[in-house]
């Protein structure tokens, strides 16, 4: 069941030419500020504010999701760390940003909402072969994970 006032529900939020691939429970989409590289977002495809509104089940297999697509992101990026922030207090509908943490990180001791920084926004080219390397490994990941229902 979606909501018409979210803006998630409605497709407004995360930009649709930054979609990467559909997960089981989630949409991936890169994040549209890439200062931190490979910044992830995974939308639940339902309406839902709160863990504890979701089935057990639902529960599991999204803990399951982000788990997996992190493991794939840090592999990619060669993270030194992953955060996993689900907030929801600017828009409450569940989505997870899966955060890579890299070496070069410029405070790795902080959230990276409290690192001031100018977005960084890709080139149209470099966003579709950032997308493109993504999806290439994201296959593997459907047939290998509890993704595919
Ligand atoms: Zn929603």
Redesign the pocket.
């Known amino acids: 069941m ?2 018409s006032a ?4 409605v497709g407004a939020w995360p930009r649709s030419d930054h979609f990467i691939a559909d997960c089981r429970l989630t949409r991936a989409y890169l994040h549209e500020d890439q200062f931190f590289p490979g910044w992830t977002v995974l939308v639940l495809k339902r ?1 839902a504010t709160e863990l504890f509104h979701l089935s057990r089940d639902e529960r599991s297999s999204l803990i399951e999701e982000v788990s997996v697509v992190a493991g794939v992101l840090a592999e990619e990026w060669r993270a030194v760390k992953i955060n996993y922030e689900l907030l929801g207090n600017q828009l409450p ?1 569940i989505h997870w940003h899966l955060i890579p943490r890299l070496a070069q990180d410029p405070a790795p001791l902080e959230p990276v909402w409290r690192i001031t920084h100018e977005p960084t926004r890709l080139a149209p080219d470099t966003l579709t072969s950032r997308l493109e390397r993504l999806r290439k490994v994201w296959p593997g990941l459907m047939n290998h994970s509890p993704l595919r229902s």
């Open positions: 979606n909501d979210c803006k998630a529900c309406h509908h």
